[in-house]
């Protein structure tokens, strides 16, 4: 399996910045995808931005423009720089990687970070 390890989340007003980030362990495994998601209280859990092994992106679109995904591969680490954060960001922010070991397909969530922008 792969552990994830996410740090960076807390609170900040609205119109800062704050920068998450997942670093993932696991031997054996080759990590394709690395996302991050999102969960408000009371909605349901959605997608933010994702990145592939080889770089490409997708965001959300509440999120374009503001937030920028990016992942260090040496580090199997993902990054969230979350720019001009509005209160309606406020969330748990997980991070999710879809990994292959021996073949078959896996995916690993993390435990979640708190995200509140204040107004």
């Known amino acids: 399996q792969v552990q994830l390890v996410e740090s960076g989340g807390g609170l900040v007003q609205a119109g800062g910045s704050l920068r998450l980030s997942c670093a993932a362990s696991?031997?054996?495994?080759?990590?394709?995808?690395m996302a991050w998601y999102r969960q408000a209280p009371g909605k349901p859990r959605e997608l933010v931005a994702s990145i592939t092994s080889g770089g490409s992106t997708n965001y959300a679109d509440s999120v374009k423009g503001r937030f920028t995904i990016s992942r260090d591969n040496a580090k199997n680490t993902v990054y969230l720089q979350m720019n001009s954060l509005k209160p309606e960001d406020t969330a748990v922010y997980f991070c999710y990687v879809h990994f292959v070991k021996g073949g078959i397909s896996f995916g690993s969530w993390g435990q979640g970070t708190q995200v509140t922008v204040s107004s």
């Open positions: 696991g031997s054996g495994a080759s990590i394709n995808v």
